[in-house]
């Protein structure tokens, strides 16, 4: 079974600075995809940025990009320009190719900006 | 508006009880899911389906039951509610195989159950 693992339960930046979270996952899969959601106090699922594991080049959506490693099976998130409005809870998320393409998530990484 | 509509949005029930959560989506996606999401954890999936009359078990199915009678609809049955059954409960859609479907997910706004 795949697993996602986020290994900072909490971080913090400051405004207009740059933040990375992490993420590992476990698969034996050799097709799959990656995802951030953010999900602020409103419980709202947003989606922030994706990568297909078959792509070497990695995602970039405005101030968000990611570092994906397939090799090391880690995908971290990078938002630069930090604004008041990134603060929310994130949850990385793998979907392979079986069981109905489910998404498992991580246990979630708690962003906190600073003004 | 177009998305997945989950109802209610909040429900307190006590020991034993029994309800259904309601998701509706207008999208006509093929696959549903049910997910709930315990306080400052990751979400969990308790069933899915991959078209009507197709359900299946996810990561924690006991205590739950679902049925997909139609596209549109995947209700999910909570029988005899235990304290441990307090969480948000998320339903979500994709398409079968389509580039949105590899953009993700459309979730519901979740509903916030309490068994007391």
């Known amino acids: 079974a795949q697993t996602v693992t986020q290994s900072q339960p909490e971080m913090s930046v400051q405004e207009a600075e740059t933040v990375t979270l992490s993420c590992t996952y476990d698969?034996?899969?050799?097709?799959?995809?990656l995802f951030w959601y953010k999900q602020p106090p409103s419980r709202q699922m947003i989606l922030v940025i994706r990568?297909?594991?078959?792509?070497?080049q990695n995602a970039t959506e405005n101030r968000f990009s990611v570092n994906f490693q397939k090799a090391a099976k880690s995908f971290s998130l990078k938002i630069s320009d930090s604004q008041l409005g990134d603060a929310a809870m994130y949850f990385c998320?793998?979907?392979?190719?079986?069981?109905?393409?489910?998404?498992?998530f991580g246990e979630g990484t708690q962003l906190t900006v600073n003004p | 508006n177009a998305g997945v509509t989950q109802t209610p949005k909040f429900r307190i029930l006590k020991i034993g009880q029994s309800m259904t959560l309601q998701c509706t989506q207008d999208?006509?996606?093929?696959?549903m899911y049910w997910y709930r999401q315990d306080p400052g954890m990751g979400l969990k999936l308790i069933y899915y389906?991959?078209?009507?009359?197709?359900?299946d078990k996810g990561e924690v199915p006991n205590g739950y039951n679902v049925s997909r009678s139609t596209t549109e609809d995947f209700p999910l049955r909570l029988e005899l509610a235990a304290p441990s059954q307090t969480s948000v409960y998320f339903c979500?859609?994709?398409?079968?195989?389509?580039?949105?479907?590899?953009?993700?997910?459309?979730f519901g706004s979740g509903t916030r159950l309490t068994v007391v």
């Open positions: 990568q297909e594991a078959y792509k070497q």
């Open positions: 998320a793998y979907r392979g190719e079986t069981s109905g393409s489910r998404l498992t």
């Open positions: 979500a859609s994709r398409y079968l195989e389509t580039e949105e479907a590899n953009y993700g997910y459309t």
């Open positions: 999208m006509n996606h093929n696959y």
């Open positions: 698969t034996s899969e050799s097709d799959y995809y």
């Open positions: 389906s991959v078209g009507a009359g197709i359900t």
